[in-house]
């Protein structure tokens, strides 16, 4: 089992910043890590990831302002996010994955509101 804490969320205006984190219980460097983000009454859609080895990955609509880090002795991933429009409003959501001889192990944090406007 892995708990996952995300925070930094909050009230920003267009064209500011955020960094969100996500603290894990445990370690999580063998695990995929991701943001995710999820609008009332919209299904939930992924922003980025990032696997062990360090590879990203980023959905359309955000990338080149958004950054995904991890920091795998604080057992932390970021999610650095830059140029924030109002259609990034949405509660994000930090995600860590494993697949074992085929097993999916994945575990959610309970999400972080974002809110974009002035």
């Known amino acids: 089992q892995v708990q996952l804490v995300e925070s930094g969320g909050g009230l920003v205006q267009p064209g500011g910043s955020l960094r969100l984190s996500c603290a894990a219980s445990?370690?999580?460097?063998?695990?995929?890590m991701g943001w995710y983000r999820q609008e009332p009454g919209k299904q939930r859609e992924l922003v980025a990831t990032?696997?062990?080895?360090?590879?990203?990955n980023y959905a359309h609509s955000v990338k080149g302002r958004f950054t995904i880090s991890r920091d795998n002795a604080k057992n932390t991933v970021y999610l650095q996010m830059n140029s924030l429009k109002p259609e990034d409003t949405a509660v994000y959501y930090c995600?860590?994955?494993?697949?074992?001889?085929?097993?999916?192990?994945?575990?959610w944090g309970q999400g972080t509101q974002v809110t974009v406007s002035s």
């Open positions: 995600n860590a994955r494993l697949v074992i001889f085929g097993d999916l192990h994945d575990y």
């Open positions: 445990r370690s999580i460097s063998i695990y995929a």
């Open positions: 990032i696997t062990s080895g360090g590879s990203t």
